[in-house]
């Protein structure tokens, strides 16, 4: 059992920073990859971006590239998501995700262990 704690949400306006954290335990994750998602009101769940935990192999989500950033620390036991120039279609809630069978996919419905989830709101 993998359990996940986000923290780090919170409001701010366009154009600038939040840095978000999920605080991994529970396993052993060498073989895991952990994804950020994030779920608008009313909208579909939505991939951010995933590191594998080892070799440190990233993907983005096009909408995020360049602005975001998903990094793991091997020491603390988290991964992090630095988010800079913020818009408001960065709004929403966001979450942390375990991966333990298919390498991190862009799809949520692959990812095995979740976050309670932490809300971003960017305001205009």
């Known amino acids: 059992q993998v359990q996940l704690v986000e923290s780090g949400g919170g409001l701010v306006q366009a154009g600038g920073s939040l840095r978000l954290s999920c605080a991994v335990s529970g396993r052993t994750l060498s073989s895991y990859a952990m994804g950020w998602f994030r779920q608008a009101p009313g909208k579909e769940r939505e991939f951010v971006a995933r590191i594998r935990w080892t070799g440190g192999n990233t993907d983005y989500a096009d909408s995020v590239r360049g602005r975001f950033t998903i990094s793991r620390d091997n020491a603390k036991i988290t991964v992090d998501l630095q988010m800079n120039s913020l818009k408001p279609e960065d709004t929403g809630v966001y979450y942390c995700?375990?991966?333990?069978?298919?390498?991190?996919?862009?799809?949520?419905?692959?990812?095995?262990?979740w976050g309670q989830g932490t809300q971003v709101t960017v305001s205009s």
């Open positions: 995700a375990a991966d333990r069978r298919y390498g991190g996919t862009r799809d949520y419905r692959t990812y095995d262990y």
